[in-house]
């Protein structure tokens, strides 16, 4: 299994509080994604990182952001929750060094269940 | 909304097959992928595809790969109960990664 750690695996805040989720990855790939799986909608996309201090938004940004200061670390925040944020939050990696055309598969680490009352 | 569409759900009797079915729209992509998703954990891949390949079997998993309809899908033969889970399926052109809503198969004893 790709060595990836999210954390906390659980979170319980109020609405307005600010929260970090965090991704940890001991592989040593380039880029690294966050997403949330609602029922019904599967994964969405809310920002991804393609290196060091480089990140990109996805398909739902707003509301917010993230920081990749280390290659190993990802960090996605929640500057003020909402109810709607209540999420299962996934982070993946992926290793794109070697180019487009061969198989470079996401990794996923196993959720971080965040629920805001 | 999700340019790859499954079914949402499929119910098997055990020791049946199961055949997950999955379309996307992006001609372009040069792999697919299918993730297995069990209770409280991540995606873990299952197996892939590369475009110009037309079949891939990988022990009771076969993909099927219909490029002219854009159409995958995923049988599991000899289905057991431990492979109740959500499969998804996802296609992949350059670095991004489109996954469709996921397919919860239910295997009955």
């Known amino acids: 299994d790709a060595g990836i750690t999210q954390s906390p695996r659980h979170k319980v805040t109020e609405t307005g509080t600010p929260v970090t989720l965090r991704c940890h990855q001991t592989?040593?790939?380039?880029?690294m994604y966050w997403y949330r799986q609602d029922p019904g909608h599967g994964l969405r996309l809310i920002h991804y990182s393609y290196g060091v201090k480089d990140t990109d938004k996805g398909e739902v940004s707003d509301g917010y952001s993230v920081s990749r200061s280390k290659t190993e670390d990802f960090l996605l925040t929640l500057e003020s929750a909402t109810s709607s944020q209540t999420s299962v939050y996934f982070c993946?990696?992926?290793?794109?060094?070697?180019?487009?055309?061969?198989?470079?598969?996401?990794?996923f680490g196993d959720g971080t269940r965040l629920s805001i009352l | 909304g999700e340019d790859v569409e499954q079914s949402l759900f499929l119910s098997v009797r055990e020791g049946d097959s199961s055949v997950i079915n999955c379309t996307y729209t992006d001609s372009s992509s040069t792999y697919l992928y299918w993730y297995k998703q069990e209770p409280g954990a991540g995606l873990q891949l299952l197996t892939y595809?590369?475009?110009?390949?037309d079949m891939k079997q990988d022990q009771r998993l076969t993909v099927l790969l219909n490029k002219k309809d854009k159409h995958l899908s995923l049988r599991i033969a000899d289905t057991q109960t431990g492979d109740s889970a959500i499969y998804f399926c996802a296609e992949r052109e350059f670095g991004d990664m489109r996954f469709g809503a996921g397919t919860r198969l239910t295997v009955k004893p």
């Open positions: 595809i590369f475009s110009n390949m």
């Open positions: 993946a990696i992926s290793d794109l060094e070697r180019g487009p055309g061969s198989n470079q598969p996401q990794h």
């Open positions: 592989e040593n790939h380039r880029y």
